[in-house]
């Protein structure tokens, strides 16, 4: 248990696995394995039609059982690709940090700015980026780190990433200048305004979202930490109102006018 729970170790790695675990062993073949650990190693290994893990047979043969052999689980863990991925999964518990600290503020009622849904958005919000499974999240995280590290501390950077399910994130570095800025209180709710308004905008380049998720961080690297906001919207509410306000705050405050295209090709396990 102790290998499963640290190896799917999202909500959604790990129910995935139950579930296809469950319709393999209540199948009509035979199943033999030494462990647990064995049954995971060959699950991981695998993938069906549709590129998930699973408990995959070899097609074009009549299969009544299968024996998974013992040291599938060690082989799984000692080859290169496994390693690597292991490697390239760091930067994913980035996700997991920002997941704790919105919930943590969530709960005690500390968030700067709230959605208008107050507590039920931050809730969903959360869920939402709670429901991303180890491999999304590295892919989430590698962008937004990115984003920091090449954004100077004076620049605005906005960044939208089109997930699965037709979520949206919105990642806006927004840069916190003493000059125009009586205050830091001003700058973050001049910051939250933003993000709300990107996300409305975001809304209106791409039609087909369900869902919004803005998260806003001061620009550039603070050696003293940085403020993080977090904002849900349900694109359902959308209406003729809103999209004339989006369209109208799209050029007065020059957001994804031109916005720039880029490709990324991602791999669970790299080369």
């Known amino acids: 248990m102790d290998i499963l729970l640290e190896n799917r170790d999202t909500i ?30 060959y699950y991981l290994k695998e993938v069906n039609d549709q590129g998930e893990h699973d408990f995959a047979l070899p097609k074009g043969e009549k299969i009544t059982g299968l024996s998974i052999e013992e040291g599938t689980w ?59 499974n180890r491999f999304t999240r590295r892919v989430l995280a590698n962008s937004l780190r990115e984003l920091i590290l ?29 000059e125009f800025m ?33 998260i806003a961080m001061e620009a550039g690297l603070n050696p003293h930490g940085s403020s993080e906001d977090l904002i849900y919207f349900d694109c359902s509410g959308w209406n003729d109102e809103l999209e004339a306000q989006a369209k109208e705050d799209q050029q007065r405050l020059r957001i994804l006018v031109k916005p720039q295209r880029i490709e990324q090709n991602n791999k669970e396990f790299p080369d």
């Open 12 to 41: 959604t790695d790990f129910t995935e696995y139950l579930v296809k675990r469950e319709i393999f062993l209540r199948s009509e073949k035979i199943v033999f394995s030494p462990g647990e650990e064995e049954l995971l190693g």
């Open 74 to 132: 060690q082989d799984f863990q000692s080859h290169p690709q496994r390693t690597a991925q292991i490697e390239a999964d760091r930067i994913s518990y980035m996700w997991d940090d920002l997941i704790e600290q919105f919930s943590k503020h969530a709960m005690a009622g500390t968030q700067y700015h709230v959605s208008p849904g107050g507590f039920s958005d931050s809730e969903r919000a959360i869920r939402v980026l709670a429901l991303e």
């Open 150 to 178: 090449k954004t100077p501390q004076r620049q605005r950077m906005i960044r939208v990433m089109p997930m699965h399910n037709n979520t949206y994130y919105v990642y806006l570095l927004l840069p916190y200048i003493k």
């Open 182 to 214: 009586a205050n830091y209180d001003d700058y973050r709710k001049a910051r939250g305004n933003f993000l709300e308004a990107t996300c409305y905008i975001t809304r209106l380049i791409y039609p087909d979202a369900r869902h919004v998720i803005g």
